[in-house]
C-alpha cells in the first residue's frame, strides 16, 4: 500500500499519525503503572495497518494481541521478540503446531480446544490462557469448568505458563452491576495458581483500576476513539489516530422542492447549494449515515444530505457560500470526532475505523 507524497493528490485519504498512537499507548500505561499491555492490533489494528502501528509499537510494546493465526504471523514476521496473544484460539488441532512454531500465547474457551492442545505433540511449549465465561456468555469456561481444566493443564508437557483470562461484557457503562459482578467472578478463581492474569480493556484500562491485572488490553482507545458514550477521547487524553479526508468534487444549486441522491429521500426546503463529496460505503462511510451527520470543509460543519452512495455522499453547503470544488472534507478526525460521527448514524466507532476499506490509501506520518 502507497504511503507519503504519492498520495497527496488522492481526493480521498486515511491519514495516520502513528506519534497518536503511541501517545495513546503510554496513556494506558500511565494508567497502570508496572503492568504490561499487549496492544491490540486485530482487524488490520483496527483499520489502521497492522504493519505499520506493530512498527511504531516495536521497541515500547510488551505484546499484541490479534483474532486469528493469519494476523499473528504477520505481527511475529514484524516483531521476532514480543508477546502475541492468540485471543480466539485455535479451531484445529494443527494449528496448535503453527502456534508453538511462532512462539503465541493460546486462549482456552472450549473442551475441544483444551482437548486438541493435550493431544498436540508441540516442538515447544505454548503460554495458555484460560478462559472465563464472568458473564458476557460469548466464550469461555464457567467457574465450574475451569477449575477443572486448571487441574487438567497444570504441569503439562504442552503448558509453559497457565494464564487466566476473561473480558467485560458492560465496561463501557460506568457503574454497571454487570462489570461489578464479572469481576467478583474473575477474583473468585485467583485461589488457584496462575502465572499471569488479563481482564482490562480500554474501558476498564481508564476507569477500573481494580480490574488492572498483570497485562492490559488496550484496542479502541490505542486509535484514539472513545469507548464510553459519556466521555470523550479529549476527555480521557487519547489523541485519534486516523483522519479520513476527501474533496468536494462538485457543487450545484437546486430549486426548492428538489431531491438529492437515489430516491430523492432528501427534498430542499428552499433553494439550495449542493456539494457532492468524494466518499462513499464502498470507502468505508456508513451508508445507512441519516441526513444531519456532520461534516467538515475547511473547518465548518455542513450536514449531510440524501443517501450515502458507493463512491460519493452528497452535503448541504446552503449557509456555506465560500465553498469551492477541490476543498477540503474532513469526515472524521482531528477535528470531527469518529465518535460522533458513529452516534448520528448510530453505531460505534470501533466500526466506521475498522471498515475503512483496501481502496482507501493509507498516508502515515509521525506528529
Not at 491519514?15 to 499487549?38: E, K
Not at 514476521?77 to 514480543?82: C, K, S, T, V
Not at 460505534?348 to 502515515?364: D, N, Q
Amino acid at each position: 500500500m502507497k504511503t507519503g507524497d504519492q498520495w497527496l493528490n488522492c481526493p480521498l485519504v486515511a491519514t495516520i499519525d502513528l506519534s497518536a498512537i503511541a501517545h495513546n499507548y503510554a496513556v494506558a500505561q500511565r494508567c497502570a503503572p508496572g503492568r504490561q499491555v499487549f496492544a491490540v492490533v486485530k482487524a488490520n489494528a483496527y483499520g489502521h495497518g497492522a504493519r505499520e502501528v506493530v512498527t511504531a509499537l516495536h521497541d515500547v510494546a510488551d505484546g499484541f494481541a490479534v483474532a486469528s493465526l493469519e494476523e499473528a504471523a504477520e505481527v511475529r514476521a514484524l516483531h521476532g521478540e514480543a508477546r502475541i496473544l492468540l485471543l480466539q484460539g485455535c479451531f484445529a488441532a494443527q494449528d496448535y503446531l503453527f502456534a508453538a512454531q511462532l512462539g503465541l500465547d493460546v486462549v482456552l474457551h472450549t473442551e475441544v480446544q483444551a482437548q486438541q492442545l493435550l493431544a498436540a505433540q508441540l516442538a515447544r511449549p505454548l503460554n495458555v490462557w484460560l478462559k472465563l465465561d464472568s458473564g458476557m456468555h460469548r466464550l469461555g469456561f464457567s467457574a465450574e469448568a475451569l477449575r477443572e481444566w486448571h487441574a487438567r493443564l497444570n504441569g503439562a508437557a504442552q503448558v509453559a505458563e497457565l494464564n487466566l483470562l476473561s473480558h467485560f461484557a458492560c465496561a463501557d457503562e460506568r457503574g454497571s452491576e454487570v462489570t461489578e459482578l464479572q469481576l467478583e467472578r474473575f477474583l473468585d478463581l485467583l485461589d488457584l495458581d496462575f502465572a499471569q492474569r488479563s481482564l482490562a480493556n480500554s474501558a476498564a484500562i481508564l476507569t477500573i483500576p481494580a480490574a488492572h491485572m498483570d497485562w492490559l488490553r488496550p484496542g479502541i482507545m490505542l486509535y484514539g476513539a472513545t469507548p464510553f458514550a459519556d466521555l470523550s477521547a479529549a476527555e480521557l487524553g487519547v489523541r485519534p489516530a486516523m483522519s479520513l479526508t476527501a474533496q468536494l468534487i462538485a457543487c450545484r444549486d437546486i430549486a426548492s422542492g428538489e431531491g438529492v441522491g437515489y430516491g430523492g429521500t432528501w427534498r430542499a426546503e428552499r433553494a439550495s447549494r449542493i456539494g457532492t463529496v468524494s466518499c462513499g460505503y464502498a470507502d468505508g462511510y456508513p451508508r445507512h449515515a441519516p441526513s444531519g451527520t456532520p461534516v467538515l470543509i475547511n473547518g465548518q460543519r455542513v450536514p449531510l444530505v440524501g443517501r450515502v452512495s458507493m463512491d460519493m455522499l452528497t452535503v448541504d453547503l446552503t449557509d456555506m457560500p465560500s465553498a469551492r470544488e477541490g476543498d477540503a472534507v474532513e469526515l472524521w478526525g482531528a477535528q470531527l470526532p469518529v465518535d460522533e460521527v458513529a452516534q448520528a448514524a448510530g453505531t460505534i466507532g470501533y466500526e466506521l475505523l475498522s471498515k475503512v476499506t483496501a481502496r482507501v490509501p493509507r498516508r502515515y506520518r509521525h506528529g
